[in-house]
Every structure is written in structure tokens, then in C-alpha cells.
T-cell receptor, first 115, second 116 residues
Framework: GDSVTQMEGPVTLSEEAFLTINCTYTATGYPSLFWYVQYPGEGLQLLLKATKADDKGSNKGFEATYRKETTSFHLEKGSVQVSDSAVYFC??????????????FGQGTILTVHP | DAGVIQSPRHEVTEMGQEVTLRCKPISGHDYLFWYRQTMMRGLELLIY????????DSGMPEDRFSAKMPNASFSTLKIQPSEPRDSAVYFC??????????????FGPGTRLTVL
């Protein structure tokens, strides 16, 4: 079945540092890829998505590019803020076969940004 | 739209009691998902529905757990009897299938369940 592997956390950065959180996936067909963010005490929110190879998703200064050749969807931000402290989840949605409509999530990466 | 609505937001109960969690998906969405989140196991998919029909319940931990979706705007997750190891945050999410199943899921705020 499909699987998503995220960079082990937690990640601790100083404000204005560069962020990369690695994500690789295993899936048949042509999945869509997502990054979700979960702030303390809240549900998951979609941060960005990409639906086909070489697409770049972006939102709130975060970016991720769908790389089919390396089966990756790494999350990046050039300058993090304290308010970016949260848990980040990578996910894939394989529209084919019996998993139609179902998201497969990575284990989540805790990000803490210090002033 | 108000988003996915879950109730209650917090539930504290004693071992052996029945617990019912409720979810109202976003209007027009035809998929509904129930997840459980704990520190030890992370985010787990319990069950999901399409057009009110259960599609995959392989994540339901045991027979004490059951879920229903009597109509397009309401779903319940029931635990009977509850046990301390069921303590977790339970999320409901919904999505719309138009677009070839590539659409994102929208999550509710969750129900924090504590079983004493």
C-alpha cells in the first residue's frame, strides 16, 4: 500500500532561519501530495498541495515541489517565524484503486521556532 | 461554510461508560473520515464513508468501536464500553470527490476524550 516517510523531528530553529522538512512517498499511479499543519490544540489545516509532477505548491511563504523522479515533496521556507511553530504532516492521496479518496499521512514533524 | 463541526470538544468519562462523538461534515462533501491521534501512535485512520456507506473500517481497533452515518450531514463514532487506553483526540474530516479523488480533506477541531 501507499506510505509516506517524513524527516524525524523535533526540529528546533531560530527565527529567520531556513526550514526544510523532508518527505518521500511510495504509491502506485499518480498521487496528489499535501502538507498539513497542526497548531497546538487545533485540527489539521491544509498548508499547500500539488496534484501532478513538477507542480509547486505554495502558501504563507512555504513551498514544496512534486518530484516524481525522487518520489519526494520536501517542505521549505526561507525565513521561519515563531508563529510557524506547529506539527507538519506530509500526505498523499492516491486516486486509484481501493484507496480512492483516502489520505496516507506521514508521522508528523514537530517544529519549534525560538525568538 | 462553518467547516467541519464536531461535538463535544471535550469529554471526560469513566471506564465502562458509553461515549458518542458527533460530526457534521461540510455541506456537499461526499467523503467522511474518522481519525484518532495520540502521542504514542500518531494519527490513525479509523474508518471512512463515501455517500454515507462505510468503505474501509480496517482501522477500527476493536468491536467496542462503531461508526454510523445515517445521512449526508451527520456521523457518529461510538465507544462502548470505554477504556482508559481510548483516551485520545478524535478528528472528523470530510472531502469532495469531484476532481478525481485528488481533493484535500478538511478537518474538524477534534474531540479530546479522557477515560478515567
Amino acid at each position: 500500500g501507499d506510505s509516506v516517510t517524513q524527516m524525524e523531528g523535533p526540529v528546533t530553529l531560530s527565527e529567520e532561519a531556513f526550514l526544510t522538512i523532508n518527505c518521500t512517498y511510495t504509491a502506485t499511479g499518480y498521487p496528489s501530495l499535501f502538507w498539513y499543519v497542526q497548531y497546538p490544540g487545533e485540527g489539521l489545516q491544509l498548508l499547500l498541495k500539488a496534484t501532478k509532477a513538477d507542480d509547486k505548491g505554495s502558501n504563507k511563504g512555504f513551498e514544496a515541489t512534486y518530484r516524481k523522479e525522487t518520489t519526494s515533496f520536501h517542505l521549505e521556507k526561507g525565513s521561519v517565524q515563531v508563529s510557524d511553530s506547529a506539527v507538519y504532516f506530509c500526505a498523499c492521496n492516491n486516486a486509484g484503486g481501493t484507496s480512492y479518496g483516502k489520505l496516507t499521512f506521514g508521522q508528523g514533524t514537530i517544529l519549534t521556532v525560538h525568538p | 461554510d462553518a467547516g467541519v463541526i464536531q461535538s463535544p470538544r471535550h469529554e471526560v468519562t469513566e471506564m465502562g461508560q458509553e461515549v458518542t462523538l458527533r460530526c457534521k461534515p461540510i455541506s456537499g462533501h461526499d467523503y467522511l473520515f474518522w481519525y484518532r491521534q495520540t502521542m504514542m501512535r500518531g494519527l490513525e485512520l479509523l474508518i471512512y464513508f463515501n455517500n454515507n456507506v462505510p468503505i474501509d473500517d480496517s482501522g477500527m481497533p476493536e468491536d467496542r468501536f462503531s461508526a454510523k452515518m445515517p445521512n449526508a450531514s451527520f456521523s457518529t463514532l461510538k465507544i462502548q464500553p470505554s477504556e482508559p487506553r481510548d483516551s485520545a483526540v478524535y478528528f472528523c474530516a470530510s472531502s469532495f470527490s469531484v476532481g478525481g479523488g485528488r481533493n484535500e480533506q478538511f478537518f474538524g477541531p477534534g474531540t479530546r476524550l479522557t477515560v478515567l
